[in-house]
């Protein structure tokens, strides 16, 4: 077996020549231009990386992009204004807040100030909770492209068994009430979880979002299964170890070039949605 490559770069590549058409489209008949804002606090480079590939995206597509970077001391009730600011501003469709913030910021209470309109990252708890009852929501940037991978690569997910390893609030989590929603019996492991290996050798879909490089063993891993990587970690090493996967797993993300690219694309996929609504909005409310 031969593992088909669920290749993140080129899906999220294509996607966006649908997106820079759908900009245009919208544009021309009227409507508003996409605009994201994101918010940066602090100088940790790897936060300022991720913030300017959103940024270069948006370009790429041709949405507006507002760039607020705050000075590491920001106070939450500073944050918290700045938000405010932006969820009264008409011209702004999308709201990021780069994670993580400065540890003294209650990144919750922060999160949780984005307006569910303007939640393009899906991270406030009221979306979390919409979406997890399947009610319309934008979801959780990461898990929304993971599934939206799996989708374009026709992967069975109904009555299959996955195993998503990490329960953060904007990754594992998400993704185990992604992958319910979509029927899949889903199983959540974290770092109180006793007999990782046994439980992710039972799984058809394995994800890996634990934060340590190949903390998940191939040797875990059952033939056959699909395996998704969210981690990224210098070297191009992921949070799940590849050793001899590609010969006998079904389906697996690269690292570079599989989750990233595609939450990139559905922050930029869930603006320009919000974009959409709020142009009808509009209209209605002219009419
Ligand atoms: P996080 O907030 O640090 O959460 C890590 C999760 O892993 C926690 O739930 C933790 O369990 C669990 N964990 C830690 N050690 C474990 C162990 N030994 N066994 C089992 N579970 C363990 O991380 P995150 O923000 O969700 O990110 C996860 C990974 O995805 C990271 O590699 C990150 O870089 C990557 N990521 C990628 C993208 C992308 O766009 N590609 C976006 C976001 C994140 P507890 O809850 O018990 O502490």
């Known amino acids: 077996m031969s593992a088909v490559i ?5 899906l999220a590549k294509s996607r966006e020549q649908q997106l820079q058409a759908a900009v245009r489209n919208l544009q021309d008949s009227g409507g508003l231009q996409p605009v994201l804002a994101t918010i940066l606090v602090g100088d940790d480079p790897s936060s300022a990386t991720y913030v300017q590939m959103k940024i270069n995206a948006c370009g790429r597509v041709g949405m507006g992009s507002r760039c607020i970077n705050l000075p590491a ?16 501003d008409s011209d702004v469709c999308g709201i990021l807040l780069q994670h993580p913030v400065p540890e003294h910021i209650d990144e919750r209470l922060c999160f949780d100030a984005i307006a569910i309109d303007k939640d393009v ?37 109904s009555g299959k068994h ?6 953060s609030a904007i990754l594992g989590k998400p993704m185990a009430a992604m992958l319910l929603n979509a029927n899949a019996t889903v199983t959540i492991c974290h770092s109180r979880t006793e007999n990782l290996a ?51 797993v079904a389906a697996l993300t690269p690292v570079p070039g599989g989750v990233g690219p595609m939450t990139i694309n559905a922050l930029i996929s869930q603006t320009l949605q919000s974009a959409e609504q709020k142009g009808i909005l509009k209209a209605s409310l002219a009419g």
């Open 73 to 88: 001391t920001t106070t939450t009730e500073e944050l918290l204004t700045t938000i405010d600011q932006l969820n009264q």
């Open 162 to 167: 996955a195993v998503v390893l990490g329960r």
């Open 121 to 157: 990252d899906g991270v406030t708890t009221q979306g979390f909770g919409l979406m997890a009852m399947g009610e319309q929501a934008f979801g959780s940037a990461t898990p929304a492209g993971i599934m939206t991978l799996l989708k374009h690569y026709d992967i069975q997910l």
């Open 6 to 10: 669920l290749d993140g770069k080129a």
């Open 198 to 248: 046994e439980l992710v050798a039972q799984a058809d879909i394995v994800v890996g979002a634990v934060g340590k490089p190949e903390l998940i063993k191939a040797a875990w891993i059952k033939d056959g299964a699909v395996v998704v990587d969210a981690g990224y970690h210098a070297g191009g090493v992921g949070d799940i170890e590849k050793t001899g996967l590609e010969k006998r």
